[in-house]
């Protein structure tokens, strides 16, 4: 079943055109990474699957499943607790259940962060926080921009196994990184450069 | 709208406001509760002009606003949705304390609850009008000014509207007329500006 059609999407900028070309289908138990330079477009590609760039944005892009977006902002109130920031998240049609939280939290973990706000979090731990709503969505398609940025080593192994029972389990992810592959055989890449213009 | 200073903010310049004008004007009485209904709705519309520019900045910051644009709900709800809060926390409380004001400013006592009403149905307008300023300008570095260019002239009738019933009630005529246009204006926006919010903060995340 494919959770995301994109046919000959085309991206421009203001009167600069980005990428042209880019087709993908992304089927379930599919990982997707789109790799290429700074600059190249990998965001802007990411955000259109979304559904979140319109403008400037040609090409057939069908997403009729629900999907659950993590950009660079974290999408974290600073002032609020990790509990009050899960608690109810936009992009989620449930409201979930606070020790669905908890062992969410304590999965990255953050246990015993849970009553401190956000604001006092470090960077990786912030991240984190946003993370944790991997394990919250019932979104079957994750598209994540940078996922790994601001993770240390263990973190890291954290992701890369929710990524691998996520799809696993049904769902896809499509992301955005630097590393080199992370998953072998079991993902495709999309080199941007090749779209290029 | 998050912390209690933000909400505080707009009640405070109020007041800071009111307490001024007598001490420019003088203290005459008859002459300051002529001038009462003008002041205090000139007044209300800057301090909902003044909050409502920063109501989507937040949440464009931190990707609150990219998560709500891919949400499984229509925007449009959710902003209202926003705004309501936002309108509860300034323009509600602005319109509930205002006979205070109106008192300090030697506003007749007739005038009072027609000014409570007129704030109450006012500040809906305003507070929508000036949501959908902050949405058309939340991507612009600096975008105050072009808001405050672009809302002003939107909130002229709703201050023309507004000033006019409380003049009309306190020379003893029937403000229901004004009052009825400004329920009209509240209702018109509820129904069309959360549209046009939506609409306008989509082309904002679209760059």
Known sequence: ???????????ERGDRRLLTGVSLTVEVGDIWQLVGANGVGKTSLLRALAGLARLGVTGDIEHDQQRLYLGHAPSLKKTLSPLDNLR???????VVADDVIFSALASVSLAGYE????????????????????????????????????????????LDAQIRSHVSGG????YTSHQPSRFGSLQQDIDLTCHVC | MSSPADMANPLLFFFMVVTLFPLGL???????????????????????????????ASDYEDGSLEQLAIAPYPLSVLVLGEVTAHWLATGFLLAVVS????????????????????????????????????????????GGLL???????????????????????????????WLALLGGLAMGSLALVPLAISAALRVSLDN
């Not at chain 1, 079943?1 to 991206?11: N, R, W, Y």
């Not at chain 1, 769902?171 to 499509?174: K, L």
């Not at chain 2, 009072?112 to 300008?137: D, E, K, R």
């Not at chain 2, 909130?155 to 229901?176: C, D, K, Y």
């Open chain 2, 99 to 142: 006979p205070l004001f109106g008192v300090m400013l030697g506003l007749p006592q007739h005038g009072l609850g027609v000014l409570c009403y007129s704030l109450l149905l006012g500040t809906v307008c305003l507070t929508l009008i000036g949501a959908m300023g902050s949405a058309l300008t939340v991507s612009i570095r600096r």
């Open chain 1, 115 to 158: 009553d401190r706000p956000v604001g006092s979090l470090s960077a990786g731990q912030q991240r984190r926080v946003a993370l944790a709503r991997l394990l919250l969505s019932p979104a079957p398609l994750w598209l994540l921009d940078e996922p790994f940025t601001a993770l240390d080593a263990s973190g890291c192994d954290w």
């Open chain 2, 26 to 56: 003088g203290p005459d009485p008859e002459r300051l509760s002529t001038m009462a209904p003008g002041v205090l709705w000139v007044v209300a519309l800057l301090s909902s002009l003044m909050v409502s520019s920063k109501l989507f």
């Open chain 1, 171 to 174: 769902g896809a992810v499509v």
């Open chain 2, 147 to 177: 808001m405050s260019l672009l809302i002003i002239p939107l909130n002229v009738p709703v201050l023309i509207f507004g000033t006019t019933a409380v003049s009309e009630a306190i020379i003893g005529g029937n403000p229901s007329t």
């Open chain 1, 88 to 94: 109810c998240h936009p992009a989620c049609d449930i």
């Open chain 1, 1 to 11: 079943m494919s959770l995301l059609a994109a046919h000959d999407v085309e991206i």
